[in-house]
């Protein structure tokens, strides 16, 4: 069982910055795969930014150059910095978690937390 707990969104002008943290319940140097998806209103959740237990980072196009996921396994907590925000990065953004226990994969997602960028 992995718990998720997402922070950090809020509302920012275009162009500005927000960090956005996904607190995790166990060891996240456990996990297979952690990531942040997004889901605007009328849309389907989309993948912003993922991260392998040992691999490199992948991004969906719309994010590249603007956004950086991290993680600190000290903390059990995954990072996305997003900076040069749009209008249309808005959207309810989660936290998702990829857990592998022998044969079977289990998959968590958190409750997820607001971004809006206007003005």
């Known amino acids: 069982q992995v718990q998720l707990v997402e922070s950090g969104g809020g509302l920012v002008q275009p162009g500005g910055s927000l960090r956005l943290s996904c607190a995790a319940s166990?060891?996240?140097?456990?996990?297979?795969?952690m990531g942040w998806y997004r889901q605007a209103p009328g849309k389907q959740r989309e993948l912003v930014a993922a991260?392998?237990?040992?691999?490199?980072?992948n991004y969906a196009d719309s994010g590249k150059g603007r956004f950086t996921i991290s993680r600190d396994n000290a903390k059990n907590t995954l990072y996305l910095q997003m900076n040069s925000l749009k209008p249309e990065d808005t959207a309810v953004y989660y936290c998702?978690?990829?857990?592998?226990?022998?044969?079977?994969?289990?998959?968590?997602w958190g409750r997820g937390t607001q971004v809006t960028v206007s003005s």
């Open positions: 998702k978690a990829r857990l592998k226990t022998g044969p079977m994969e289990y998959v968590y």
């Open positions: 991260l392998s237990s040992g691999g490199s980072p």
């Open positions: 166990r060891s996240i140097s456990s996990l297979a795969a």
